[in-house]
T-cell receptor
């Protein structure tokens, strides 16, 4: 396994169009995250799956955004009626939860290369 | 989630040791300190994680004083390829574990 992959790497669309991004996590990872990053800022959390269940959504994830992870493997992020403010890098990460020796849980996240969205 | 404060940018030269300090005055008992590195047009990459005292791996060391209100990422003998943004994150590692990134520290390494 070569890591987290995302497709497409770049997407240019016109305002009002729908777009869908795909993320393939590291195969044995049970957790999958979506983040959004704009220029000069750190990534911002959007949503999180454990297996196929979507357990948390940020308030940044408006009703135009929907994410799925149907079989607990790959995930899709769809943006409907895109707006210019949606232009950003969309990052996917995956992790396998575990436990640190001596107590405490461990959750290193592995990020994909991202999908850069440009809304014209 | 504990808020972190770190320098916006730092400059260094190849072969130097770089120390990036992060302040997290309201860190909670269950919080861990994690550092990520990000190159342009790539996703962040985990560097190191710790709870207290000192942690060292093959790429960096993390120093955490007893009060845990700050931490220092130490990069030994940096090279041009270490030019990147470095993020300090503080939070519980359990549960959903969403990561909260600040604006990070832009490290520039020159010859």
């Amino acid at each position: 396994d070569t890591g987290v992959s995302q497709d497409p790497r770049h997407k240019i669309t016109k305002r009002g169009q729908n777009v869908t991004f795909r993320c393939d996590p590291i195969s044995e990872h049970n957790r999958l995250y979506w983040y959004r990053q704009t220029l000069g800022q750190g990534p911002e959390f959007l949503t999180y799956f454990q297996n196929e269940a979507q357990l948390e959504k940020s308030r940044l994830l408006s009703d135009r955004f929907s994410a799925e992870r149907p079989k607990g493997s790959f995930s899709t992020l769809e943006i409907q009626r895109t707006e210019q403010g949606d232009s950003a890098m969309y990052l996917c990460a995956s992790s396998l939860s575990g436990w640190l020796a001596g107590g405490g849980s461990y959750n290193e996240q592995f990020f994909g290369p991202g999908t850069r969205l440009t809304v014209l | 989630l504990a808020k972190t404060t770190q320098p916006i940018s730092m400059d260094s030269y190849e072969g130097q040791e770089v120390n990036i300090t992060c302040s997290h005055n309201n860190i909670a008992t269950n919080d861990y300190i994690t550092w990520y590195q990000q190159f342009p047009s790539q996703g962040p990459r985990f560097i190191i994680q710790g709870y207290k005292t000192k942690v060292t791996n093959e790429v960096a060391s993390l120093f955490i004083p007893a009060d845990r209100k700050s931490s220092t990422l130490s990069l030994p003998r940096v090279s041009l390829s270490d030019t990147a943004v470095y993020y300090c994150l503080v939070g519980e590692t359990g549960g959903g574990n969403k990561l909260t990134f600040g604006t990070g520290t832009q490290l520039k390494v020159e010859l």
